[in-house]
């Protein structure tokens, strides 16, 4: 691995070098092969970062990407699910590169969706239920329903958990359910429909 983050950090040292002028005095077929190893590099680059995470501390950019969310991130909730028929109600993890770095850990892809507000259902679910409505009326319910036959991953905070795997619907709801009315009201579940 170090090998590879060395190569990559020379040759993007020697490409900053190129001033436009350069390249321009570049014979056609040289510049063609300049811009493929860059193409290269970049590919390298990119398989790094997505499977990485200490690329980021190298080149002094973990802090920057993910501190903010990391802070606001701990003290949430997540939802994560594989489709998405209304995306009205539903949002795409590409803007936002935390649920990336989870859609690539769960998923192996970021081809994921999310619901911005997420924890703010879990809350008012919670408040709902301390006022006697009933789990099946809650708005957090209706939307489960409409994913059950995808992939979800729920979690609390900005790292990496054990998920507590759940194969069947009931089970997934249950599990919410008594979740969000326990003290610390925390949840860790995987569903896949079995």
């Known amino acids: 691995m170090k090998s590879t983050i060395e190569e990559w950090k020379n040759a993007v040292s020697k490409i ?20 493929l190893v860059w193409q290269d590099c970049a590919h390298q680059a990119i398989e790094i970062f997505t499977k990485q995470d200490e690329i980021f501390d190298i080149l002094g950019l973990y802090e920057k990407l993910f501190d903010n969310e990391h802070s606001e991130a701990s003290k949430k909730h997540h939802i994560l699910f594989t489709d998405s028929n209304n995306l009205n109600k539903f949002q795409s993890v590409k803007n936002n590169e935390l649920l990336i770095k989870f859609s690539n850990e769960y998923f192996g892809h970021d081809n994921a969706y999310t619901i911005n507000d997420f924890d703010k259902l879990c809350q008012d679910t919670k408040k709902q239920l301390k006022n006697n409505i009933k789990f099946e009326d809650t708005e957090l319910n209706k939307i489960l329903t409409e994913l059950k036959n995808e992939v979800i991953y729920i979690w609390h905070g900005s790292e990496f958990s054990f998920l507590i795997d759940v194969g069947s619907f009931e089970g997934l709801l249950n599990s919410i359910r008594e979740k969000i009315m326990d ?12």
Request: charged residues 45%.
């Open 16 to 35: 900053k070098k190129f001033t436009k002028d350069e390249c321009e005095a570049m014979e056609k077929s040289e510049l063609i092969k300049y811009l």
């Open 183 to 194: 003290e610390n009201g925390e949840i860790y579940i995987g569903y896949h429909k079995r």
